[in-house]
């Protein structure tokens, strides 16, 4: 009888470590899920950004330093590679305020902020910011889930045994690029 309860718990608990392994791996391709999700929008703001640099050149272009900056920024951007998320986020960041330079300096240029070409890359970003903010929002959540897991009994026997780390959050260190810049029109 006492031989029955021991292989019954010793099968009950490969059982569950079986299933606590499996929601850490669940939650791991999650958190990789939401950093491609993060990733994909940054690169279409990327990939905006020369066009929206070449309508803002032909109306301002002694404005050529707020130009170079959002170039240089968006290049150091694209060498980047996904594992550094704490990186990524402040040359995001900075990359967003050179951004809102560039709006605020195509205030000063009525013919710009009437032009079509300009009003339509401004609306693509406007749509690409808030898919970047989605997509921020749901990596953090699964980053905080995979987190959790890690953390806590019983499923960080398991996480430690196989390895299982925390993932970092997709913050922004700097409290001025936490602001969303304004535009008016």
């Known amino acids: 009888m006492a031989t029955w309860f021991i ?3 010793v099968l009950a608990l490969a059982v569950l470590a079986i299933i606590l392994y499996n929601a850490l ?3 791991r391709q999650m958190v990789e899920e939401g950093w491609s999700g993060i990733d994909v929008q940054l690169k279409r703001r990327a990939n905006l950004i020369p066009n929206l640099v070449e309508t803002v050149k032909g109306y301002a272009s002694h404005e050529q330093d707020t130009l170079n900056e959002v170039t ?3 290049a150091k951007v694209s060498g980047m590679t996904g594992d550094d998320v704490a990186g990524r986020a402040k040359v995001e960041g900075a990359l967003s305020q050179a951004l809102g330079r560039l709006f605020a300096v195509a205030e000063a ?3 710009l902020k009437a032009s079509q070409n300009f009003s339509d890359l401004h609306q693509s970003l406007d749509e690409i910011e808030d898919a970047i903010q989605m997509a921020r929002r749901y990596y953090n959540g699964a980053v905080r889930a995979l ?3 890690v953390e806590s ?3 960080n026997l398991i996480a430690n045994q196989f390895k299982f780390e925390k993932a970092e959050y997709f913050e922004i260190d700097d409290e001025a690029d936490r602001a969303v810049p304004k535009f008016s029109f």
Do not use: H, Q, T
């Open 109 to 111: 240029y009525p013919d």
């Open 7 to 9: 292989l019954a718990l």
């Open 147 to 149: 987190n959790v897991a």
């Open 72 to 74: 240089e920024l968006r």
């Open 25 to 27: 791996v669940k939650k």
């Open 153 to 155: 009994f019983p499923s």
